[in-house]
C-alpha cells in the first residue's frame, strides 16, 4: 500500500512538474533563448530553471540564485575542533542539480570558459564532482547574468572586458 502511495505521488509530482515546464516555455520565451545561448545548457535544463525560479529580478546577485537552486557549497564546522569539508547545500530541486550537473558534463567540452575552469582545477587535483558541482555553480551564474542584462552569451566578453 506504502509502495502505491509512494508510486502516484512521483508519478503527480512529475506531471506537475512537466505542466509548469510547458508554462515556463509560454512565458518565459526570451529568457530561456539567453539561457541556451550557453554553451552546454540545454533547452529541458534552461526550461526547469525557469519553471523553478520564476522571475529573476527577485535575485540580485548570481549568488542568491546559485543558493536557491541548492549548488552553493556549504561550510561543516563544530566549534574549534570540527572542520569537515562542506557539500552542497542541496535545498533546491533535486532535478534541477541533476540536470545542471550534466550540463555542466557538457559544458566542459563545449564552453571555452568551463573547459578552462576544468583544466585548472583538475591540475590542482581536484575531484571531478567537485570541478562539475563548480562549473554548474558558473552556469548558474552565467544565465543569472545574461538574463539580468537581457544580452546573449558572447564566448570573447572576457577577452574585451580585459581589453577595455
Known amino acids: 500500500v506504502i509502495d502505491m502511495a509512494i508510486k502516484v505521488k512521483r508519478k503527480l509530482v512529475s506531471v506537475t512538474m512537466q505542466e ?3 508554462v515556463a516555455r509560454r512565458a518565459y520565451t526570451r ?6 545561448s550557453i554553451p552546454g545548457v540545454g533547452e ?3 526550461t526547469r530553471i525557469m519553471a523553478i525560479v520564476g522571475n529573476f529580478s527577485r535575485f540580485e ?3 542568491q540564485l546559485v543558493s536557491f537552486l541548492g549548488v552553493s557549497p556549504t561550510l561543516k564546522q ?3 575542533s570540527v572542520h569537515s569539508r562542506g557539500h552542497i547545500s542541496r535545498l533546491g ?3 534541477v542539480r541533476r540536470a545542471l550537473y550534466f550540463c555542466a558534463i557538457t559544458a566542459t567540452r563545449f564552453n571555452p570558459h568551463c573547459r578552462a575552469m576544468w583544466l585548472r582545477m583538475k591540475e590542482q587535483k581536484k575531484p571531478t564532482k567537485v570541478i562539475l558541482m563548480a562549473i554548474a555553480n558558473k552556469l548558474i551564474r ?3 547574468a545574461l ?3 537581457n544580452t546573449p552569451y558572447d564566448p570573447n566578453f572576457l577577452n574585451l572586458a580585459l581589453a577595455n
Do not use: K, N
Open 31 to 36: 529568457e530561456l533563448e539567453l539561457a541556451t
Open 142 to 144: 552565467q544565465i543569472h
Open 61 to 63: 546577485t548570481g549568488r
Open 44 to 46: 529541458e535544463t534552461a
Open 147 to 149: 538574463i539580468r542584462t
Open 93 to 95: 530541486s533535486p532535478q
Open 78 to 80: 563544530s566549534g574549534s
Open 20 to 22: 509548469l515546464e510547458e
